[in-house]
């Protein structure tokens, strides 16, 4: 018997785990926590995701398993993590998924610039880098997506705007932080920079 894909799905973040490309907590609760994830962009209606930094799986391959209807581009800057990442989306039988091997903010500066309506991401980068980057490859009217606990970390409206974000939302799903911030006009051509981590906006 063909196993179902939310088991082929498993066992994909278990080998991942296995190669130290997921952290220490069970994988159902990285499952669970990519499963919101999954409600936030149904809300947004993509049709074109970028999942920033993608590592063993997370949130992409469980939003491309969930979401057929919608391209899932998956950006990873290390090539192990990139060959795993394909080898899942072969067994999990993925034609809308593909993975780009690369810096994000070299692919925002060329091949993937403002090609999206929604980019997800989780423990990717600080705030201020994270937003630099997504805002590049968003279209205008698209959504920025972030795992993350407004509570802890800032997200000023004025360098969001630098950005051509309107101010970040902090919204909870299914007991999860994560802050929404939606593009409203073409980021500057400047944007991203090539090392923004160097020197962030905030």
């Known amino acids: ?9 498993i ?12 952290g220490p907590a069970p994988v159902g609760t990285h499952y669970e926590h990519a499963l919101a994830h999954l409600e936030i962009v149904r809300r947004c209606a993509a049709s074109e995701l970028c999942d920033l930094g993608t590592g063993g799986g997370l949130p992409g391959l469980v939003l491309a398993v969930h979401l057929p209807e919608v391209r899932v581009t998956m950006v990873e800057a290390m090539h192990r993590r990139a060959l795993l990442l394909r080898h899942a989306i ?41 937003a630099e980057i997504g805002a590049a490859l968003l279209c205008s009217g698209g959504s920025l997506v972030v795992s993350d606990s407004p509570a802890r970390t800032p997200w000023p409206a004025d360098q969001l705007g630098v950005l051509g974000l309107r101010e ?6 299914a007991g999860y932080g994560f802050v929404i911030a939606r593009k409203d006009r073409p980021a500057e051509a400047k944007f991203p920079r090539r090392a923004p981590a160097k020197r962030p906006l905030w």
């Open 168 to 173: 970040a939302v902090p919204v909870t799903e």
């Open 11 to 22: 066992a994909c973040l278990e080998e991942a785990q296995s190669a130290g490309y997921l």
């Open 1 to 9: 018997m063909t196993p179902r894909p939310e088991a082929r799905l």
């Open 90 to 130: 072969e067994r999990l039988r993925l034609p809308n998924t593909v993975v780009y091997d690369g810096r994000a903010e070299a692919l925002a500066r060329s091949a993937l610039r403002e090609s999206f309506d929604v980019v997800t991401a989780r423990a990717f980068a600080p705030p201020a880098v994270t």
